[in-house]
């Protein structure tokens, strides 16, 4: 183990779905199985971390302490987070850097949510200095219009097809067949996904994600801790990026839709997602060609293709040739989303960035039956939460 890494003691997760109930009661139940998977009673508990849920009031916006209530207030620091898509990742890095920092030693991370049926909107109201709000309410530029966006570029860049993107999803709903906690678990065909509505074309409506209930919870302690109780190779959290983009942003970077002008200065190595991952790499000191799996941001198919590209498990203009042979699924060289991906989840936003590190943390034990990666050492996640926030998280073992 490196000076920076951390254990993973206990992961849980509560099924993602539409159950229509207080969000806290998916996030105590995340909790209580993350602590009986540690093996950690609640009062070793010495740190709370809560993904901020802003639809849901309140006790949405204090999440840390709304969780540590329900679970009984202990005596532990409480904290939140917020990054949009990428807050479950940004709670786990505070509660990482406080156990680095030795301010603390056992931390529960908890994200959980309740959604509305239809696109996440902005919060109601209006809010003339909010992009937010402007792309929305102003040029009609919803999430999927930007997925499409990202789509139609691989077409014109790459040479995708409408079926490549199709045989995406055919791919997570066949891995999400056998999980327990997702949401949508039947078999789907090229011709199904084709032959669905459009909702922003080229994207069918089985390119897109749904948004969805659900909560993901992590347990994390120093290594000395989990040596203490009897772990002596626990699952590691070797980096956590959450790098912003620099300047000049030259390429499409939602929810903004003019990019920087490349006349004045010249445009960096690598984009915004690139070094996401890029970071993560070299934090963990891993190499791209070290990953036995990565669980990526599909809000549409066509986004898990470029985040093979962002992640470096292959070149630009090349992920649709490993889809097309196989490479991504179980048993390929780099399977991505065993977990069938938000394509079998949904959203459940302060939660899904939690979920992947959930799941790495399975595969990396061996304990995701039906859909186990042989031999899997080293994982990746990858998130992007809008507004320069994003996220990456190497886990091993």
């Known amino acids: ?27 105590v139940h995340a909790a209580r199985a993350a602590l009986a998977d540690a093996g950690v009673d609640w ?82 109201g209006e809010r003339w200095d909010d992009p937010d709000w402007l792309r929305f309410r102003l040029l009609g530029m919803t999430n999927p219009a930007y997925f499409a966006m990202y789509a139609r570029r691989r077409m014109d860049l790459y040479g995708a097809t409408p079926e490549d993107f199709a045989r995406v999803k055919v791919k997570n709903a066949r891995h999400g067949l056998e999980n327990p906690n997702a949401r949508y678990r039947k078999e789907v065909s090229v011709e199904d996904v084709l032959t669905s ?8 409506l089985l390119d897109i994600c749904a948004t969805s209930d659900g909560a993901a919870a992590v347990v994390v302690a120093s290594t000395e801790f989990a040596r203490r109780h009897g772990l002596a190779d626990p699952v590691r959290i070797n980096a956590v990026s959450t790098v912003t983009p620099t300047f000049p942003n030259t390429v499409l970077d939602m929810p903004n839709l003019s990019t920087d002008a490349s006349t004045a200065v010249a445009p960096g190595e690598l984009t915004f ?3 996401i991952g890029h970071a993560a790499y070299e934090e963990a000191g891993v190499d791209p060609a070290d990953v036995s799996l990565a669980e990526v941001y599909d809000l549409s198919t066509a986004l898990e293709l470029d985040w093979m590209e962002d992640l470096q498990l292959c070149k630009r203009g090349e992920a649709e040739a490993l889809l097309r042979a196989g490479e991504t ?41 039906g859909r186990q990666v042989e031999g899997a050492r080293v994982g990746i996640t990858a998130n992007q939460g809008l507004f320069g926030h994003g996220s990456s998280v190497v886990l091993s073992r």
């Not at 183990?1 to 009661?25: I, Y």
């Open 1 to 27: 183990m490196s000076g920076k890494d951390v254990a993973v003691l206990g992961v849980g997760m509560h099924p993602w779905g539409k159950w229509g109930r207080p969000f806290v009661e998916y996030g």
């Open 273 to 275: 997602k690139e070094s």
């Open 197 to 204: 509505a459009v909702v922003s074309d080229p994207l069918h």
């Open 329 to 369: 699924t179980l048993g390929g060289r780099v399977p991505v989303n065993p977990s069938g991906g938000l394509a079998c989840f949904g959203e459940a936003v302060p939660a899904q960035a939690l979920a992947q590190v959930c799941e790495v943390t399975w595969q990396l034990r061996g304990q995701a039956a």
């Open 43 to 124: 009062q070793h508990v010495d740190l709370v971390v809560g993904g901020e849920t802003v639809r849901n009031g309140y006790g949405g916006y204090v999440a840390g302490a709304t969780f540590a209530q329900a679970l009984g207030w202990n005596g532990a620091t409480v904290a939140t987070s917020y990054a949009a898509c990428a807050t479950g990742a940004q709670a786990l890095d505070t509660a990482r850097a406080r156990i680095l920092a030795g301010l603390s030693e056992v931390a529960l991370v908890v994200g959980a949510d309740t959604t509305p049926k239809g696109f996440l909107a902005p919060n109601a």
